[in-house]
């Protein structure tokens, strides 16, 4: 039976799965076949494959909290709210994160959004493709005004098409997933409020807004798939609980370290109830 384990993104609310994933790494905990992510679900698992416990945390407490990265004035100018091509490349440089190699710990598969279609796509890392991926699979629509070409096609954030990517893990054959999720159980998506502004930024480009005016009802069906998996899939769910107070672009960082805390501690439950249920 093929194990799988599934990261959902949420840029700064990531923390969270940084901790569990660290919690991990520390226990030596890889029973999984397979990893799937998007946006900052994949690059919280690219520190997981290549087993470099405390990275993810440092890329979210020291780099994403700079200027460089979260500017609203530099938005307001023109340019980027979050640039996330500085902080990935800045990070695998300053941090030394190494690209998948043979040596990772499972295949890690990058979900990211194809503009022209509006579907997501699930690429497998490599050393060679890996910085274009997770700049791309973090391309958050409006916040980072470029759309990353891969192969002559037009992405962004895997998460505008699948942003928890649990039924792509189930196709791909795995049938004991693993979900880490950025929001509390029992959180609801809401629906995008203001449509018209939508259509005026992306009315060219229609598969790419019909899937945005999407996201809350592909997002809440997902929830809808995690409460009940089909019968032949057994789900273990790891989600912050209510006094999760980090949200997508929370800058302070007691919260985050809180937001750490609270991943940490999540994985080590998790991980009692696994060896609990398999003795």
């Known amino acids: ?14 923390i969270f799965a940084a901790g569990v994933l660290d919690k991990f790494m520390e226990q030596e905990y890889y029973p999984f076949d397979f ?18 416990p405390g990275l993810s945390k ?23 709210m979050t640039d996330v091509h ?13 690209g998948p190699s043979k040596g990772a ?5 990058v979900g990211i959004t194809n503009v022209d279609t509006g579907e997501c796509e699930y690429l497998l890392a490599t050393e060679d493709n890996v910085d274009s ?24 954030d895997g998460g505008v098409a699948d942003a928890i990517p649990v039924k792509q893990a189930y196709d791909m054959g795995a049938r004991d997933i693993t979900v880490v999720l950025s929001q509390p159980k029992g959180f609801i998506k809401p629906e995008v409020k203001s449509v018209w502004l939508m259509e005026k930024m992306y009315g060219t480009q229609p598969a790419l807004l019909e899937k945005i005016l999407q996201r809350a009802t592909i997002y809440n069906e997902t929830l809808a798939f995690l409460s009940d998996p089909p019968s032949d ?27 750490y805390a609270q991943g940490r501690r999540m994985a080590r439950r998790a991980m009692k109830l696994n060896v609990a249920m398999a003795g």
């Open 105 to 109: 710990k499972m295949p890690l598969y």
């Open 233 to 259: 899939c057994r789900l273990s769910i790891i989600a912050p609980d209510e006094a999760f107070c980090v949200k997508r672009l929370t800058m302070d960082k007691r919260k985050l370290l809180k937001g």
């Open 133 to 156: 991926l997770m700049v791309a699979s973090c391309a958050l629509p409006t916040a980072f005004r470029e759309q990353p070409i891969i192969e002559g096609a037009r992405y962004v």
């Open 35 to 52: 990893a799937v992510g998007v946006s900052a679900g994949a690059t919280n698992l690219s520190t997981y494959v290549s087993s470099m």
């Open 58 to 80: 440092t890329i979210v407490m020291q780099y994403a909290t700079k200027r460089e990265f979260f500017s609203p004035l530099r938005f307001i100018k023109g340019g980027h």
């Open 1 to 14: 039976m093929k194990r799988a384990l599934v990261v959902e993104g949420g840029a700064m609310r990531g």
């Open 86 to 98: 500085w902080l990935w490349h800045h990070s695998k440089k300053s941090l030394g994160i190494p």
